[in-house]
Antibody, heavy 123, light 111 residues
């Protein structure tokens, strides 16, 4: 059974950066594609970007281009999402999710999700 | 702001049928498959329907999905109290260099 376990809650100052981890177990991590999705309090879901660990290739939603970096460490089966220049509007729960089929560019879905990491941006 | 539009709320009594619509465009629903996610309060989303009308293992057949043109819908038949949750449609959108987009979300209340 695939499991995605994320790092704990973070409190950050405006202008700083945050790095959230997502450790996978129960499958072959290098064959996954992992996306990051966030949800502001009381709001809907927003896709930020994804990475294909076996290729080390990431692509990002235009909204976050230049401010988000998604990486993966195959040796520890862990994906990371780093968001910089934080502002109060970035306060949200951040989820990692596994894409299936893993290498389909557009006709995919998220079959496994992490438990979520609350990032609070406050001065 | 979401590019897939859903009604903010829907409701029904136990046993009733509830339908949730999802309206998109040619760059998303019109050219890609639609998925639906269920989110119970305080939990991560859960895949409910994929590829327009497919149910993952373990999802009751009370849930069904359909797609026509640039719109999709989710139906819940035989509504149960545990179905009270937020529901999101989603699809890949080919605009803006490509992105995965979610619907605005629908809160289903069991009366």
């Amino acid at each position: 059974q695939v499991q995605l376990v994320q790092s704990g809650a973070e409190v950050k100052k405006p202008g700083s950066s945050v790095k959230v981890s997502c450790k996978a177990s129960g499958g072959t991590f290098s064959s996954y594609t992992i996306s990051w999705v966030r949800q502001a309090p009381g709001q809907g879901l927003e896709w930020m970007g994804r990475i294909i660990p076996i290729l080390g290739i990431a692509n990002y939603a235009q909204k976050f281009q230049g401010r988000v970096t998604i990486t993966a460490d195959k040796s520890t089966s862990t994906a990371y999402m780093e968001l910089s220049s934080l502002r109060s509007e970035d306060t949200a729960v951040y989820y990692c999710a596994r894409q299936s089929p893993p290498h389909d560019y557009s006709r995919f879905y998220f079959d496994y999700w992490g438990q979520g990491t609350l990032v609070t941006v406050s001065s | 702001q979401s590019v897939l539009t859903q009604p903010p709320s829907a409701s029904g009594t136990p046993g009733q049928r509830v339908t949730i619509s999802c309206s998109g465009s040619s760059s998303n629903i019109g050219s890609n498959t639609v998925n639906w996610y269920q989110q119970l309060p305080g939990t991560a989303p859960k895949l409910l329907i994929y590829s327009n009308n497919q149910r993952p293992s373990g999802v009751p057949d009370r849930f069904s999905g359909s797609k026509s043109g640039t719109s999709a819908s989710l139906a819940i038949s035989g509504l149960q109290s545990e179905d009270e949750a937020d529901y999101y449609c989603a699809a890949w959108d080919d605009s803006l260099n490509g992105r995965y987009v979610f619907g605005t979300g629908t809160k289903v209340t069991v009366l």
